[in-house]
C-alpha cells in the first residue's frame, strides 16, 4: 500500500512537471513580412507575402496584410520585406564524414588517422556550415568508414544539442569484396574499409536488415567502379551480380527503405535500373537510352556536377585524365536530361570536397548546363522532397509544412549565384541565421 502510494505521488509529480513544462513553453508565433516569396510549386515570385508560423510550422500564407489581419495583436513581425524568401534548401547528397578526398591518399589519410570521435566532431561542423548556408534538409549518403556515426549526429540534432539540418542517413553503404577503399595495401594488414563489404543475396538482405537497425534511413550502395571510355560513352565495371542488387533493393523496400545508387558509367547504371533502385547517384555516363528509362521508372537522377569539377583537375594531375572526359560527358547529358523530363534532384556530394565550399555552387552549373534558375530551385526543394517522401513536411513555403525557410538580398532567378549568399535561415521556427539588415 505504501508503495502505491510512492507510486502515485511519484506519477502526480512527474504529470504536473510536464503539465508546467507545456505552460511555461507556450508556442512561438511569428509573422515573416516577405517582400518577395518564391512559390516554388506554381513556379512564380509573389510579393509583399506574410508567412504565419506557429511552433515548428507555417500556418499561414498570404497577402501581408490579410495575414497580419487574421494573426493575434502584438505579434512579432520578422521583416524581410526587402529580401527574397524561399523554402529551406534539401542537399540530397552530402558526406558529413568526409572532408574532401580529392585524391585517394586524402581518403585513406582520413581513414588510417583520424578517429571517427574526431571525425564525428568535424561532421557536427559539417553539419552547422550546411545549414547555415541555408539546407535545411540533407541526405547523407555514407560515412565512409565512420560506422553509424552520421545517425549519432542526426540524434544530437533531433534532440537541440546541435544546430543541424534534417538528416536522412544511409549509414556504412555496401560494396562487394575488393571493389572499394582502402585498396593497395600489403594482404598482411587489416585495413579499414571505407563501406561495408558484402557478397551474395543472402548476406545482402542480412546487412540491410543490420543497417535498418541501427539507424538507416536510406541503403546505399556502389554499383561500378574502373570507369573508362569505349566509342565516345563512358563506361564501368559492375561491383555485383544481378542477383545480389535486386536482393538489396527488395530487402531495402519490405523494410520501407529507399536505395540510392552510385553508378558513373553505362553499364553500372543500366544495372541499377534493372535492380529498380530508386536515385542513380552522379551518373556521368547517362545517355538518352538510360535518360528515357529512368523517366519511365520515376527514378532520380542526383547529378552532383560541381564535385566532378572540382576533382577533376587534381584526380586527372594524380594520374586519373577519365574524370576531365568524365566532367565534359556530364556537361553535355545534363541540358538533355532537363529536356526529356528526367526527374532531378539537388545534390552535391558536399564532404567529397572540402565543407569551406559552399553547397550552393551547384546551383551556378545546373544553370549553366541547361535549367531555368527556376527549376535548379524547385530540384532542391518540391523534387528533393518527393525523393525523400516527405513532400507534406517541406520542400514549399505552405500551410502545414515545417517552418524551414531562408531568405536571400537579391533575386536568385535573375542571379542564381544569390543562393550562395544566404542571409537568413529558419529552421522548424526556429531562426538560427538573421543578418538581414546588417
Ligand atoms: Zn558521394
Known amino acids: 500500500m505504501k508503495k502505491l502510494l510512492i507510486t502515485l505521488v511519484l506519477i502526480f509529480s512527474v504529470v504536473s512537471k510536464i503539465a508546467i513544462a507545456q505552460v511555461r513553453t507556450p508556442e512561438t508565433i511569428v509573422l515573416i513580412k516577405a517582400?518577395?516569396?518564391?512559390?516554388?510549386?506554381?513556379?512564380?515570385?509573389?510579393?509583399?507575402?506574410?508567412?504565419?508560423?506557429?511552433?515548428?510550422?507555417?500556418?499561414?500564407?498570404?497577402?501581408?496584410?490579410?495575414?497580419?489581419?487574421?494573426?493575434?495583436?502584438?505579434?512579432?513581425?520578422?521583416?524581410?520585406?526587402?529580401?527574397?524568401?524561399?523554402?529551406?534548401?534539401?542537399?540530397?547528397?552530402?558526406?558529413?564524414?568526409?572532408?574532401?578526398?580529392?585524391?585517394?591518399a586524402d581518403y585513406d589519410e582520413q581513414l588510417l588517422k583520424e578517429s571517427i570521435p574526431y571525425r564525428t566532431i568535424r561532421a557536427t561542423v559539417a553539419a552547422r556550415t550546411g545549414l547555415m548556408n541555408g539546407f535545411t534538409v540533407m541526405r547523407d549518403l555514407e560515412t565512409e568508414g565512420a560506422m553509424y556515426a552520421d545517425v549519432d549526429v542526426k540524434t544530437a540534432i533531433n534532440r537541440g544539442v546541435i544546430p543541424g539540418p534534417r538528416m536522412f542517413v544511409s549509414t556504412r553503404a555496401f560494396s562487394a569484396t575488393g571493389m572499394y577503399p582502402l585498396l593497395g595495401y600489403s594482404w598482411e594488414?587489416?585495413?579499414?574499409?571505407?563501406?561495408?563489404?558484402?557478397?551474395?543475396?543472402?548476406?545482402?538482405?542480412?546487412?540491410?536488415?543490420?543497417?535498418?537497425?541501427?539507424?538507416?534511413?536510406?541503403?546505399?550502395?556502389?554499383?561500378?567502379?574502373?570507369?573508362?571510355?569505349?566509342?565516345?560513352?563512358?563506361?564501368?565495371?559492375?561491383?555485383?551480380?544481378?542477383?545480389?542488387?535486386?536482393?538489396?533493393v527488395d530487402e531495402a523496400h519490405r523494410l520501407g527503405r529507399r536505395v540510392a545508387a552510385h553508378a558513373m558509367g553505362w553499364d553500372g547504371i543500366d544495372a541499377s535500373l534493372k535492380a529498380s533502385v530508386d536515385s542513380i547517384e552522379h551518373g556521368y555516363g547517362l545517355d538518352e537510352g538510360l535518360m528515357d528509362r529512368m523517366v519511365?521508372?520515376?527514378?532520380?537522377?542526383?547529378?552532383?556536377?560541381?564535385?566532378?569539377?572540382y576533382v577533376a583537375e587534381g584526380r586527372a594531375a594524380a594520374g586519373a585524365p577519365i574524370w576531365l572526359a568524365m566532367r565534359d560527358l556530364e556537361?553535355?547529358?545534363?541540358?538533355?536530361?532537363?529536356?526529356?523530363?528526367?526527374?532531378?534532384?539537388?545534390?552535391?556530394?558536399?564532404?567529397?570536397?572540402a565543407w569551406t565550399e559552399n553547397q550552393a555552387k551547384e546551383f551556378a552549373y545546373m544553370v549553366r548546363y541547361g535549367m531555368t534558375p527556376m527549376q535548379s530551385i524547385q530540384s532542391a526543394t518540391i523534387n528533393a522532397a518527393d525523393l525523400l517522401e516527405h513532400s507534406s513536411d517541406f520542400g514549399a513555403v505552405e500551410p502545414g509544412q515545417f517552418a524551414d525557410i531562408i531568405a536571400v538580398s537579391g533575386d536568385p532567378l535573375r542571379?542564381?549565384?544569390?543562393?550562395?549568399?544566404?542571409?537568413?535561415?529558419?529552421?522548424?521556427g526556429q531562426i538560427y541565421r538573421n543578418d538581414i539588415g546588417r
Open 189 to 248: 594488414l587489416k585495413m579499414p574499409e571505407g563501406v561495408q563489404i558484402v557478397d551474395g543475396a543472402d548476406n545482402i538482405r542480412r546487412a540491410v536488415r543490420e543497417q535498418v537497425k541501427f539507424g538507416a534511413d536510406w541503403i546505399k550502395f556502389y554499383a561500378d567502379r574502373r570507369y573508362f571510355i569505349k566509342d565516345g560513352a563512358l563506361h564501368s565495371w559492375v561491383n555485383f551480380t544481378a542477383e545480389e542488387m535486386k536482393a538489396m
Open 35 to 104: 517582400g518577395r516569396l518564391i512559390d516554388v510549386r506554381a513556379g512564380r515570385i509573389l510579393e509583399n507575402q506574410g508567412i504565419l508560423v506557429s511552433g515548428e510550422r507555417i500556418k499561414a500564407v498570404g497577402p501581408f496584410a490579410d495575414i497580419q489581419r487574421s494573426a493575434p495583436a502584438n505579434i512579432k513581425i520578422v521583416d524581410l520585406s526587402r529580401s527574397t524568401v524561399l523554402p529551406g534548401l534539401a542537399d540530397c547528397h552530402t558526406h558529413i564524414l568526409l572532408q574532401g578526398d580529392i585524391t585517394a
Open 331 to 353: 556537361a553535355k547529358a545534363f541540358g538533355v536530361a532537363v529536356r526529356k523530363g528526367v526527374k532531378i534532384a539537388y545534390g552535391t556530394d558536399a564532404g567529397g570536397y
Open 296 to 309: 519511365r521508372q520515376g527514378t532520380y537522377w542526383c547529378p552532383t556536377i560541381y564535385v566532378g569539377v
Open 415 to 428: 542571379d542564381i549565384t544569390e543562393l550562395e549568399r544566404v542571409r537568413f535561415v529558419m529552421k522548424s
